[in-house]
């Protein structure tokens, strides 16, 4: 377990900066697309109870 990185996908040693970056920014786009779903779902949602 020690030695590890547990998320490997951001591991700059491993992969390199770029890529490291590059799946940053993949993750952070997925976190927004959800939270623009959620806000979608929600305003939806509010439309129907009235």
Known sequence: MLGDYLY???DVGTI???K???NALG???G???VALLLLG???WAARRTM
Request: hydrophobic share 70%.
């Open 8 to 10: 490997p996908f951001i």
């Open 16 to 18: 390199g900066f770029p």
């Open 20 to 22: 490291a970056f590059i």
């Open 27 to 29: 993750v952070l786009l």
């Open 31 to 33: 976190f927004l697309l």
């Open 41 to 43: 779902v929600d305003r």
